[in-house]
């Protein structure tokens, strides 16, 4: 099982429909929103474009 993120470590706990939408197994896991291994500049683009295809209604779910 996979402990939770601790320390400086910031994490979200993927809920259970969402695992098992995605075929992940009933351990716990985490998305941790305080690391990322994108440069920078492409995270900083990838948000901005994101942001402001969702401020046009330009963007929408994929159920998958």
């Known amino acids: 099982m996979c402990e939770s993120p601790d320390g400086n470590t910031i ?9 098992q939408a995605t075929g992940l197994d009933d351990a716990r896991r985490w998305v941790i929103v305080s690391e990322h291994n994108i440069p920078p500049g492409l ?6 474009r994101f942001l402001e295809l969702a401020r046009q209604n330009k963007s929408g779910v994929v159920r998958r």
């Open 43 to 48: 995270f900083a683009q990838i948000k901005a």
């Open 11 to 19: 994490g979200i706990e993927i809920p259970a429909k969402v695992k």
